[in-house]
Antibody
C-alpha cells in the first residue's frame, strides 16, 4: 500500500527556518513527481511546490518562491521542503502528495500532514 | 495567475442532489479533478478527468466540465457526504496546480 509520512513540523518564529520531510513507501518512488500542498487553519488547500522524478523540473507557488526549496533523495525515497524566512501566514498543515499524470495531472495519494506554526 | 472560484457552501437535504460548481476562464479546455475532505482528514480524490471515478468511489458522484464551469454532482446525497469539496486543475501556462477555494457541503 502507498504510504506518505510527513515529519518535521513544529513551532518556528517569523524569519526562522524549518525542514519538512516526507517518507514514501509502497510504490516506485522514481516513477512519480511529488508535491507539497498546505492548508492554513480553517482555510482551503493551496499548492506549494512540485518536483519531478529526476529533480529537473521544480515549480513553486508565488507565495513561497525564493523562500522555500523542494528537493528529493530517490535513494532514500524521501521528499523535503526547506522553509526559510518563515512568515506567520505560512502557518498550515503541510501535505506531501504523490502526482500522477495518467491520464491527467493530479494528486492520487496524500500523506496525513504535518503542522507548521509560525508565531513570535 | 489562473484562478478558480467555488461557492463557499451548499446545503442539500438527505437523498437529494447536490451540485457544486467550479468556475475558471475556459476551464472546459482543461481537465478538472475533485477532492473530498472531511474534518481532520487528508483529501480524497473523488473524480478525475472531469467525470471519472476512482475505484471505490460511489456512483452517486458524477461530474462534467464545459465552457467556464466544471460541476461535481452528488446524487442521493447521504450524511457521509458532508465534507469540503475542492476542485483542482493544472495550468499549462504556468505549470502550476490551482485549487478552488472549496465548498462546504451540509446535508440537512
Amino acid at each position: 500500500e502507498v504510504q506518505l509520512v510527513e515529519s518535521g513540523g513544529g513551532l518556528a518564529t517569523p524569519g526562522g527556518s524549518l525542514r519538512l520531510s516526507c517518507g514514501a513507501s509502497g510504490f516506485t518512488f522514481t516513477d512519480h513527481s511529488l508535491n507539497w500542498v498546505r492548508q492554513a487553519p480553517g482555510k482551503g488547500l493551496e499548492w506549494v511546490s512540485s518536483i519531478s522524478s529526476g529533480s529537473d523540473h521544480i515549480y513553486y507557488a508565488d507565495s513561497v518562491k525564493g523562500r522555500f526549496t523542494v528537493s528529493r533523495d530517490n535513494a532514500k525515497s524521501s521528499l523535503y521542503l526547506q522553509m526559510n524566512a518563515l512568515r506567520v501566514e505560512d502557518t498550515a498543515v503541510y501535505y506531501c502528495a504523490r502526482e500522477t499524470t495518467m491520464p491527467t495531472p493530479l494528486f492520487d495519494w496524500w500523506g496525513q500532514g504535518t503542522l507548521v506554526a509560525v508565531s513570535s | 495567475s489562473y484562478e478558480l472560484s467555488q461557492p463557499s457552501s451548499v446545503s442539500v437535504s438527505s437523498g437529494q442532489t447536490a451540485i457544486i460548481p467550479c468556475s475558471g476562464e475556459t476551464l472546459g479546455d482543461k481537465y478538472v479533478c475533485w477532492y473530498q475532505q472531511k474534518p481532520g482528514q487528508s483529501p480524497v480524490l473523488v473524480l478525475y478527468q472531469d467525470k471519472k471515478r476512482p475505484s471505490g468511489i460511489p456512483e452517486r458522484f458524477s461530474g462534467s466540465n464545459s465552457g467556464n464551469t466544471a460541476t461535481l454532482t452528488i446524487s442521493g446525497t447521504q450524511a457521509m457526504d458532508e465534507a469540503d469539496y475542492y476542485c483542482l486543475t493544472w495550468d499549462s501556462n504556468t505549470l502550476h496546480y490551482v485549487f478552488g477555494p472549496g465548498t462546504k457541503v451540509t446535508v440537512l
